[in-house]
Each structure stands twice: as C-alpha cells, then as structure tokens.
C-alpha cells in the first residue's frame, strides 16, 4: 500500500491497483458510517466515499480545498456527520462549528462529538446566523451543503457574519432544491451571478465543476470573498 497526501490533511492511498480517497484517523480504531479503515507505517486512515460526500466528490474533480491544519471551519448543513468526521480528521489543530437543522440527525452528530474534541454541534437554521453568532468566532472556511432554495443567499449571510476577509466559501449547489423543473445549468448560473453580484458580501468564483456521477444536479464551487471597497 502506498499513501500520498494530494491535499493538506487529504491523502491518496494506493492498494491493489486501485486509488482511494482518505483521511488520516483522528480517532484510531474507530469508524464512523462503515468505511473501511486502512493502515502503513503506523497511521490509519479512513477511506473517504465520494458518492456519500460532496467534499470528497469536489477533491476527486480537482477542486483545491483550502483548509488547513489548524484552519476555523464553518460546515452548513452537517447532517449526521459523515463528511464532517472527515473535516475533523483534517484539523488536528483546528476546529469544525457543525450546524445542523434536524434533531434527529443532530443526536447522531453529537454521538460523533464524544470522540471528536474539535466538532462544535450546533443545533440551528443556516439562514438565521444570528442565532448561532455567540458560538461561531470568524472563521477562515465556510463550507455548505443544504437542501434549501435560498443557497446562495444562506452562503452570504453567514459570510457576511463569520467568514474573514481572505477567507473561503465552498459550496455544493443542489438544483433540485432550488428549482424542480428548471435546466440545472441554467439554476448554477443563477446562483453564481448572485454569489458575485447580488449581496452586500459578494464573492470571487475560483473554480467550479458539475459533480456527477457522484451526485447527479449538483455543482461544487470554490470562492473567495471579495474585500468591500471603501
């Protein structure tokens, strides 16, 4: 087996001719949702399924992810915690605040905090920042990934709230959520020309990539928030 880090806390590792995505284990022993752990040299890694994360999908389309070590991250829309665990695993020196809108997937979120000092499981709607403003400090990475029709505008508020100024938005954008019956091209323009023009915090679009076959009408995005001019 062979093991390569292709991104800052994101490795490549190689068995049997085939190339999996992976995490190193912040929590050696133990998986979260069934994937398969995998050793070298001392250190675990867990491998990291695409097709249950769109992060994972955004690496695997050659989308920079610029979090670091001991990055803050802002993570919208974190559900049971399946890519969150991944983020954790990325930030041994930093920390993920994990908003999440349900009750019920967020007691599975914070049974996944008991083993994971850097979660922060926060209980809240991801349009109403103001709600969690007390908990979350600025942070240098937002990244989203809600069911909702205002996504755009949901990236926004919270940027406007937390994100710093050299700091980054990754987003995945579901058309579905957005609009049911409109062309998902024509809903990934709309929502990009309204990240760049259409809030009081707008941003500069770095890359951005359709996200099938892992997820069918989805598009991953990379931006930057653009300094206010004075």
């Known amino acids: 087996m062979d093991v390569n880090e292709i991104s800052e806390g994101i490795f490549e590792v190689r068995k049997g001719g ?114 969690y403003a007390h908990i979350v400090e600025q942070v240098d990475v937002i990244f989203q990934d809600v069911a909702q029709p205002n996504q755009a505008q949901i990236a926004a508020v919270n940027a406007e709230q937390f994100l710093k100024d050299d700091g980054h938005l990754l987003l995945s954008i579901k058309a579905r959520s957005i609009d049911t019956v409109a062309n998902p091209s024509k809903v990934f323009k709309e929502e990009v020309n309204k990240l760049e023009k259409d809030f009081d915090t707008q941003f500069k679009v770095i890359k951005k990539h359709d996200l099938a076959p892992f997820h069918e009408d989805h598009l991953g995005l990379v931006a930057k928030k653009k300094l206010k001019e004075n």
Request: proline share 5%; glycine share 6%; charged share 25%.
């Open 18 to 131: 085939k190339k999996i995505l992976a995490t190193k284990n912040a929590n050696p022993g133990s998986n979260v949702y069934g994937e398969n752990l995998l050793e070298e040299e001392g250190e675990e890694y867990r491998a990291w399924d695409a097709r249950r994360s769109k992060l994972a999908a955004m690496v695997i389309k050659k989308m920079k992810v610029p979090i670091k070590s001991d990055s803050r991250v802002l993570y919208l829309g974190a559900a049971s915690g399946t890519t969150v665990s991944h983020v954790s695993d990325m930030l041994p020196n930093g920390i993920v605040y994990a908003v999440e809108f349900s009750p019920r997937t967020m007691r599975e979120l914070i049974q996944l905090c008991d083993t994971r000092s850097n979660i922060v499981p926060i209980l809240a709607d991801a349009s109403r920042p103001k709600l």
